[in-house]
Nanobody
Framework: QVQLVESGGGLVQAGGSLRLSCAAS????????MGWFRQAPGKEREFVAV????????DYSDSVKGRFTIFRDDAKSTVYLQMNTLKPEDTAVYYC????????????????WGKGTQVTVSS
C-alpha cells in the first residue's frame, strides 16, 4: 500500500507560479514511479507529468511542457510539481499517483492516488 497526500494548491493570477507537493508513505519511495494528473470540471482526468524511480526520466503533456517541472526528493519521500506561467486553463484538481509499473502511471491505471489539491488560475 502507498498513501499519497498532496498539498500546495491555491488561487493564483495568470502568469504566476505554484509548487505542488505529494508526500508518499507505505513503500520504499525510490521503488515507485510517480506522476501527476489533473481534472477540470466537466472534463476527464488528464495526464500532466511522470518521473521515473531514479528521477532521470521525465515526461510531460504537450499542454504543460516548458512550463511545469516534476522532480522528486527521495530523502523526503516527496514528489513536486513546479508550475510556472500558469494559465486559466490550468485550473483543475491536481492528483498525485504512484505505481511500481511505469505504464500504469502513464495511463492513469495506477492503484494509488491522492485526494487531490485544487489549483485555480484567475485571468
Amino acid at each position: 500500500q502507498v498513501q499519497l497526500v498532496e498539498s500546495g494548491g491555491g488561487l493564483v493570477q495568470a502568469g504566476g507560479s505554484l509548487r505542488l507537493s505529494c508526500a508518499a508513505s507505505g513503500r520504499t519511495f525510490s521503488s515507485i514511479v510517480m506522476g501527476w494528473f489533473r481534472q477540470a470540471p466537466g472534463k476527464e482526468r488528464e495526464f500532466v507529468a511522470v518521473i521515473s524511480r531514479s528521477g532521470s526520466f521525465t515526461d510531460y503533456s504537450d499542454s504543460v511542457k516548458g512550463r511545469f517541472t516534476i522532480f522528486r526528493d527521495d530523502a523526503k519521500s516527496t514528489v513536486y510539481l513546479q508550475m510556472n506561467t500558469l494559465k486559466p486553463e490550468d485550473t483543475a484538481v491536481y492528483y498525485c499517483t504512484a505505481s511500481v509499473d511505469p505504464s500504469r502511471v502513464r495511463t492513469a491505471s495506477s492503484p494509488y492516488w491522492g485526494k487531490g489539491t485544487q489549483v485555480t488560475v484567475s485571468s
